[in-house]
T-cell receptor, first 113, second 113 residues
């Protein structure tokens, strides 16, 4: 089955710097890759996603890139702010009947003022 | 539009008991998935329901079960609770025709003593 690895497990950056989180997946049939942000005491919140027919997607300060050949995708956050501090999860799924999401272990991002 | 709601938010049970958790999806969403989140295992998929039918199941023992009602509300039940069942249980709903995007509720924190 699918396996998703995520690095780093913790990341500290200075406010205003960029943060990059990387994920790799094992199943080449996976075709949908969302990123979630989870704050303390809350459920994961979808922040951006990308499908396998797209190489890059951007939404304001957040961007995701996908390399299907290497089977890895990355989250890029520019101009980080303290409110970006949270745990970030990547996931992979195969778009099919009864799809099943497999999540990475998470990255705890701390943005230092 | 109201988000995914889960009740109760917190629950304390003792070993051997059973528990029922409830999830109300976003209005119009017919797919409901359940996940278990623990510090050691991360986010793990339990099962997905669509139109009152379970259409995908993760690798959990039969003590974990669920159902979905005609109004798309879903419940999950855990029987004969074990200490290791202590976790945050998350429900996510997905809109029809929107591919794969899913939206999470705040979760139910279950503590088994």
């Amino acid at each position: 089955g699918e396996n998703v690895e995520q690095h780093p497990s913790t990341l500290s950056v200075q406010e205003g710097d960029s943060a990059v989180i990387k994920c790799t997946y094992s199943d080449s049939a996976s075709n949908y890759f969302p990123w979630y942000k989870q704050e303390l005491g809350k459920g994961p919140q979808l922040i951006i996603d990308i499908r396998s027919n797209v190489g890059e997607k951007k939404d304001q300060r957040i961007a995701v890139t996908l390399n299907k050949t290497a089977k890895h995708f990355s989250l890029h956050i520019t101009e980080t702010q303290p409110e970006d501090s949270a745990v970030y999860f990547c996931a992979a799924s195969i778009r099919s009947y009864g799809q099943n999401f497999v999540f990475g272990p998470g990255t705890r991002l701390s943005v230092l003022p | 539009k109201a988000g995914v709601t889960q009740t109760p938010r917190y629950l304390i049970k003792t070993r051997g008991q059973q528990v029922t958790l409830s999830c109300s999806p976003i209005s119009g969403h017919r797919s409901v998935s359940w996940y278990q989140q623990t510090p050691g295992q991360g986010l793990q998929f339990l099962f997905e329901y669509f139109s009152e039918t379970q259409r995908n199941k993760g690798n959990f023992p039969g003590r974990f079960s669920g159902r979905q009602f005609s109004n798309s509300r879903s419940e999950m039940n855990v029987s004969t609770l074990e200490l290791g069942d202590s976790a945050l249980y998350l429900c996510a709903s997905r809109p029809p025709g929107a591919g794969d995007t899913q939206y999470f509720g705040p979760g139910t924190r279950l503590t088994v003593l």
